[in-house]
């Protein structure tokens, strides 16, 4: 299969350009709106930030017409730990991002966007300045886009640290310019989002996908995937592989596929014991379970676990299950933005509860316990974040209790 | 020391405000130009900022306090950030935490007394499959292993930082 996202000399304009770029721009203009978010529909793509929420069904959501300022937002906040899908479509291919956001702009009726680029991204964010001058200067961006009529500004945001941005609310609170604490939803977004008006929040890679579905077809890219997955995924593999990187392969890709074939297996002496298959916060599986599935929204809820973000952690059998969700629980509870006390709390004495087993001083009455905060966090909070916690402390206590066990009888193993 | 907006800072400030239709929404920003020109955001800077923007202190403080990126002290000329998060951890993070701690002999949120160097500790920097990274002040560099750290932090020494390629 060929590429969609992910191509080689691509970064440039003239590439871009030579290669049928910002024709699909053109031939959106001249449809209209509904049109488009009917073509985006058809083409089953989903959110690619984690929730996988369909992107057609998203746009419909905006009050149509012109009437009242809306906004186009793109989510190029990546943070989940294992994830750095992002990162190299921004250097690989940052011109399908502007076109894309041009004609979902079009779509919903927005005339300003802003990509919310994390604050690390610095090397990033001007390589993504200099293209939307670049697009600029070519009259895909500005007033009177290619003689249509239709005016859309897009600039770039850089965020300043703080993972919870990347919860679309509080991505808006922080382009707002306040702390970066989610809103209470309803209303969602798409009614009263970035400075009280209609927005539309997508991922980069999301937004990415839609010149080639407007070029080739909601149809086209619908295939490419599962029944109800459209397209390709971009698969953020880290961990002791051969060969850890980005990898775009159809939805539906079988998970021994990418590990095997694309990633070259594990490195030598190293043996798969875990997967965590969706970035940090999405359930742990084990290898067995892993080397089973396919790679989809659908085969992974099934399998109880989340395509998410597509960031594949390959945790090998060298590594200590309790120390790992130690380090997790640290980070979460760094990020927690402290608004709800379920989180604030709860995440805090996930990770002081783990550090007392690593250390030595566990008893077997604290595997219960930290299970039993991670359930009464789940689902009592403003956003996801305390999910987002509680989901890999229950599946990693579930699949390796043994090593919790371990620990709670004494076992310590450093670092 | 009472604390000056330039006039370059201002210029920039007008560009960056009209990105919004609203000024205060170019606080983030602008906190980064802040920080560019100095290393850091001192308290004065946050004073002025807050009249600059017609917004109250505590919208200011409440920002620079939330947001990791921003320094409230000087930091050294070299700020090395060393990610800890769970990709860069199996890739050996400790390692290389343990060697600046013990090279610099610093601990995390310390600078050295000559103030080249601050270590840092920070979350997922979102580079996992290129493990262990770390971050010298807006540059990455990844693949890290202890000699390339120590490669690196000779040429620091000698004034000298070359960012890897994008």
């Known amino acids: ?415 | 020391m009472p604390y000056k907006l330039t006039d370059e800072f201002k210029e920039a400030a007008a560009r960056i405000c009209a990105r919004y239709p609203r000024r205060d929404a170019a606080l983030i920003p602008l906190l980064h130009e802040l920080q560019k020109s100095r290393g850091f955001v001192a308290e004065e800077a946050m004073d002025e900022l807050a009249k600059f923007l017609e917004l109250p202190y505590a919208r200011v403080k409440a920002a620079v306090t939330f947001y990791t990126m921003f320094n409230r002290a000087p930091a050294g000329k070299y700020h090395i950030q060393v990610c800890r998060n769970i990709s860069c951890h199996m890739a050996g993070a400790p390692d290389l935490l343990g060697r600046l701690r013990a090279r610099l002999s610093l601990k995390e949120g310390e600078t050295t007394a000559d103030g080249l160097f601050t270590l840092s500790s920070v979350e997922c920097l979102g580079a996992c499959g290129s493990a262990p990274v770390i971050q010298v002040n807006e540059e990455y560099f990844e693949d890290m292993t202890l000699e390339k750290l120590d490669a690196l932090l000779e040429e620091m020494k000698h004034g000298r930082l070359k960012p890897p390629a994008l």
């Open chain 1, 1 to 415: 299969m060929e590429n969609i996202l992910l191509r080689n000399n691509i970064s440039r304009l003239e590439e871009y350009f030579a290669c049928g770029g910002y024709k699909p721009l053109k031939k959106a203009l001249g449809l209209k709106p509904a049109e488009i978010i009917a073509e985006v529909k058809r083409s089953n793509l989903r959110g690619r930030g984690g929730a996988g929420f369909p992107a057609g069904l998203k746009w419909s959501f905006i009050p149509p017409g012109p009437d009242g300022q809306k906004y186009l937002v793109c989510n190029a906040d990546e943070g989940e730990p294992g994830t750095f899908k992002d990162r190299e479509l921004l250097r690989a291919n940052p011109h399908a991002l502007i076109e894309g956001m041009a004609i979902a702009a079009y779509a919903i009726g927005a005339a300003h966007g802003y990509i919310y680029i994390r604050g690390e991204f610095a090397a990033e964010a001007a390589h993504l300045n200099a293209a939307i001058a670049g697009a600029r200067a070519k009259g895909f961006l500005g007033k009177n886009i290619l003689g249509s009529g239709f005016n859309f500004e897009l600039f770039v945001h850089r965020g300043a640290g703080a993972y919870i941005c990347g919860e679309e609310t509080a991505l808006l609170e922080s382009l707002e310019g306040f702390k970066g604490q989610p809103r209470l939803k309803p209303p969602f977004p798409a009614l009263k989002g970035l400075f009280g008006s209609p927005t539309v929040i997508n991922n980069v890679e999301t937004l990415a996908a839609v010149p080639s579905i407007i070029d080739k077809g909601g149809d086209w890219y619908a295939a490419l995937g599962t029944a109800k997955s459209g397209g390709t995924k971009l698969f953020s593999v880290s961990g002791p592989v051969a060969r850890p990187g980005v990898y775009e392969l159809p939805l539906g890709t079988a998970f021994s596929e990418l590990l095997e074939t694309h990633c070259g297996g594990m490195k030598p002496g190293k043996k798969l014991k875990a997967v965590i298959p969706g970035g940090s916060s999405t359930p742990v599986l084990t290898a067995a379970e892993a080397m089973a599935l396919k790679l989809d929204y659908e085969s992974l809820a099934a399998a109880g676990s989340m395509l998410g973000s597509g960031g594949v952690i390959m945790i090998d059998d060298s590594q200590c299950m309790v120390k790992l969700l130690q380090v997790l629980a640290r980070f979460y509870h760094h990020e927690s933005c402290g608004q709800c006390t379920p989180c604030r709390e709860g995440c805090g004495w996930i990770e002081k509860v783990l550090n007392r087993l690593e250390e030595g001083g566990g008893t077997p009455g604290d595997i219960d316990l930290l299970y039993s905060v991670a359930e009464g966090m789940t689902g009592r909070t403003i956003c996801a974040l305390a999910d987002a916690m509680a989901m890999p402390v229950m599946s990693f206590i579930t699949k390796f209790r043994g090593e919790f066990e371990a620990h709670a009888a004494g076992k310590v193993c450093g670092k």
